[in-house]
C-alpha cells in the first residue's frame, strides 16, 4: 500500500516551452502533497505545500507563476513549469500525505531543458 | 530558518563494518524520520521516531531520537552491497507534515 507514482519519470523540453509533471497516489487519498527539487548529489528542497481544493503554499524564494501547482482531485496534484529554461533542469520529487502525515515519496521526474 | 546539520557527508566501508550517521539541529523537531534514497528514485522510509528518547529498530536499521528532540542517530549494523545509497534524516516542522531535510550522507559498500 501507499504508493505514489510520478509521470512522467524523465522528460527532454526545449527551452520557452511548459512542461506538465503528474503525481498520483495510487492506493490512498492524498490530504497533502508536496513538490520537492533535488539538485545532483544535493538533498531534497521543499518548493509547496498544496492541500486539495486550494492554493498551494509556495516556499520562500519560489516562484508560484513559474511553477504552477494544480491539486485538483484527493489523487492528483501536477506541478507546470511554465516557460523553462535550462537552469530549470532538475529531479522533480512529489511526496502523499494521508491522514496519518507520514509521507510517501513518488519516484521523482528528471526534467532536462535543452 | 531550521537547519538540519548531518554528518558524515560521505562513508566508503567493507561490507559486514557497521555504518554510524547523526543529525543535529539547534530547533526542535516533532518527528525525525530517516530515509534511503537510491540514484535516479525517490526517497523511501526507513525509519521514523515520534518521542524523545526513543529508540526504534528496523531490521539492521537502529534509530534514536535525541532527548532534548534536536538530534537524531542512525545505525547500520552487518552493512551489505544494497545498503549502498544517500541516507537522509529529515525533521518535521509543522502540523502540516512539512519536512526539513539534511545534507544526506553518501554510503559506499565495498566488498
Known amino acids: 500500500g501507499a504508493v505514489v507514482s510520478q509521470h512522467p519519470s524523465r522528460v527532454i523540453c526545449k527551452s520557452g516551452t511548459s512542461v506538465k509533471i503528474e503525481c498520483r497516489s495510487l492506493d490512498f487519498q492524498a490530504t497533502t502533497m508536496f513538490w520537492y527539487r533535488q539538485f545532483p548529489k544535493k538533498s531534497l528542497m521543499l518548493m509547496a505545500t498544496?492541500?486539495?481544493?486550494?492554493?498551494?503554499?509556495?516556499e520562500q524564494g519560489v516562484e508560484k507563476d513559474k511553477f504552477l501547482i494544480n491539486h485538483a482531485s484527493l489523487t492528483l496534484s501536477t506541478l507546470t513549469v511554465t516557460s523553462a529554461h535550462p537552469e530549470d533542469s532538475s529531479f522533480y520529487i512529489c511526496?502523499?500525505?494521508?491522514?496519518?502525515?507520514?509521507?510517501?515519496f513518488g519516484p521523482g521526474t528528471r526534467l532536462t531543458v535543452t | 530558518g531550521q537547519q538540519l546539520n548531518q554528518s558524515p557527508q560521505s562513508m566508503f566501508i567493507q561490507e559486514g563494518e557497521d555504518v554510524s550517521m547523526n543529525c543535529t539541529s539547534s530547533?526542535?523537531?516533532?518527528?525525525w524520520l530517516w530515509y534511503k534514497q537510491d540514484p535516479g528514485e525517490g526517497p523511501v522510509l526507513l525509519i521514523a521516531?515520534?518521542?524523545?528518547?526513543e529508540l526504534t529498530s528496523n531490521g539492521r536499521l537502529t534509530a534514536q531520537f535525541g532527548i532534548t528532540r534536536k538530534d537524531s542517530f542512525l545505525n547500520i549494523s552487518a552493512s551489505i552491497p544494497s545498503d549502498v545509497g544517500i541516507y537522509f534524516c529529515?525533521?518535521?516542522?509543522?502540523?502540516?507534515?512539512?519536512?526539513?531535510f539534511g545534507a544526506g550522507t553518501q554510503v559506499v559498500v565495498t566488498p
Open positions: 530547533s526542535i523537531f516533532n518527528t
Open positions: 529529515a525533521g518535521e516542522t509543522d502540523s502540516w507534515g512539512k519536512l526539513q
Open positions: 521516531l515520534y518521542k524523545a528518547g
Open positions: 511526496s502523499a500525505s494521508d491522514r496519518s502525515y507520514e509521507q510517501y
Open positions: 498544496s492541500n486539495e481544493g486550494s492554493k498551494a503554499t509556495y
